[in-house]
């Protein structure tokens, strides 16, 4: 059985703000985990951090309970990392490029051509005599995607697997993903929300080197919708009429004349005051969660997390 | 903890049920031959195999056309004076296959994304290095073998088969190997040093040639025995097959003024070589287990 953890991660360049701060969170078991975030969010630092590429500056990163940075082989032996563009040499071909991931990983010289033959079916791969050097960008991904899950690997680290792939691509790599996280532990890093809602479990949301938010699919935008009611009153209501709300909410946002967004603290206490509050202003026509999907919950958290920075 | 493992260890993908422990000799040889197939394929490899053909090439063709006559003008009477004359230019070729094999063979793990492909596999980087390092060796052996063979060619067009020191050759040929060796140690510590492959390649290049042969011309100008530089170590691949060695030449340049000119003996040349490895090597290691993929 696989497992990722990071433990009080923290990782510092030479110049600029943290890219990591004191990250923690243990997956363990099979399953997908999206992780989401804006660019320089750290996501791929993190995966780098996790198979060895960086140092960390503070904290731990194991998997499969090994510390690369102690033991690289250990950590490694069963995992499958796409990070970033990997290339092989240009001067090799596709089997040779795949034949020395499979034998680095141990495998039989029949293992490696069963496994081949696998990835050949599963990521419809260019022919195998091909250099490297002539392939297109979306085949190299489809190789190194093919080398990734070479030897069967439990636990997979996958930067955005579908960088780089044209839309049938994507799709096959998706329907790949939801195969392989029945029994495999797949980490994912994504800009795509709907890839990581049709591939994920799990959500970790990262920004500026800090984990805003995580939890499973279906409870994040839950959570999030949580944060935030639409109120809808039956008459039109005036600004200044909504200043009691403020004691409460951290934001108050007219939608319309009628309908006002409410950002507060998502308690339960709180929603029942607010709910008092609002009937104090007027006949209320409806209150409820927003209706948020999650792509919007996503952009909110960001200009949350934003604005409290 | 998300969900246990349904159904181990078959893969539903249809993965391979085993695999079997790696030791990290087997993953050196894995990676020895992973490098040597990418080497045998590069434009650089067969520029600078072509290269030393034409440049040994025409030296014999010009030989051949002049005659014995020319080769004993120049003062050359024997094969052992003949081939140590015609080794002299070997450092040049040792000093250029370091560079272009050596030079780069790191800091492509961090300049491109060949080090995303091989750095995440389950390999130890000092495995990965001690590879790299035998197929460049490899390599540089090859070029360095090709240029030993056409020198041996002439000499057996002058001498004949029977006068060919042979035992003193393949002795000059192992320290040739000993020097690629060392000038390849240092072309490494340069590689996991720099990010550009390039610039891996240029500073090889130039500490290794112009540098050394810098240093070592002033050194000696100025009364010095230049005893650490590898050029001045290299010297012995030559001055193993010289009948005539001499290790300190004083030329006269003025009135009782001298410039001396020292020559390595075959084992001060190898234990500097040696010396070089031991340095370098170990520290390119350090380097590249150290080294952050940041790009």
Known sequence: ?309 | MIQPRAAPPVADSGGVAARRRVSDLEQWRIATFHQLGHYFRTNRFYGLLGFVVLLSGLTLAFEFSTGIARVQFTQLYSPSEYLSNYLVDTGLFVVLAAAFFGGDALSVDFSTGAGYYMLVLPIRRPVLLAGRYAAATLVTAAIVGVYYLFGTVGAVYFFGTQRIPWELLVESLGIAVVFSLAALSVAFCVSAFVRSPSAGVLITILALYVGFTTLQATLELAGFEPWFSLSYAGGAMAAVLDTDFIHLQAVPIGEDQYYNIWSATVSEGVAIMAAYVAVFLPLSAVLYQRKESTG
Not at chain 1, 242 to 265: G, H, K, N, P
Not at chain 1, 283 to 289: G, K, M, R, T, Y
Request: with cysteine; aromatic share 6%.
């Open chain 1, 1 to 309: 059985m696989g497992s990722f953890e990071v433990s009080g991660l923290s990782k510092s360049f030479r110049t600029g703000p943290p890219a990591l701060s004191d990250l923690s969170f243990r997956y363990e078991g099979a399953g997908a985990i999206g992780y989401l975030g804006p660019n320089g969010a750290g996501k791929t630092t993190t995966l780098k951090l996790l198979v060895g590429l960086l140092r960390p500056s503070r904290g731990h990163a194991f998997v499969n309970e090994i510390d690369p940075m102690i033991d690289r082989k250990g950590a490694l032996w069963d995992v499958g990392a796409l990070i970033e563009t990997p290339e092989p040499y240009p001067t090799l071909n596709v089997q040779e490029a795949l034949d020395v991931v499979g034998r680095a990983r141990g495998l039989s010289r029949d293992d490696i051509d069963r496994e081949v033959d696998r990835c050949h079916e599963l990521l419809d791969l260019p022919p195998l005599d091909l250099r490297i050097g002539w392939l297109s960008k979306g085949q190299r991904q489809r190789v190194a995607l093919a080398a990734t899950l070479m030897g069967d690997p439990s636990v997979l680290l996958l930067d955005e697997p579908t960088s780089g792939l044209d839309p049938a691509e994507r799709v096959l790599v998706r329907r790949l993903l939801n195969r392989l996280k029945r029994d495999h532990l797949v980490f994912m890093s994504s800009h795509q929300m709907f890839e990581v809602t049709e591939v994920c479990d799990q959500l970790v949301f990262l920004n500026q080197g800090r984990i805003l938010l995580k939890d499973r699919v279906d409870r994040v935008s839950d959570r999030i919708r949580a944060l935030q009611v639409d109120v809808e009153f039956e008459r039109p209501v005036a600004a200044e009429a909504t200043a009691a709300l403020r004691t409460i909410a951290t934001d108050v946002v007219a939608i319309s004349e009628r309908r006002w967004r409410i950002s507060f603290d998502g308690s339960d206490q709180n929603r029942v005051r607010l709910l008092e509050l609002c009937q104090g202003i007027g006949p209320v026509a409806q209150f409820s969660n927003t209706s948020l999907v999650l792509e919007e919950a996503y952009l909110e958290l960001l200009s949350k997390s934003a604005s409290e920075a």
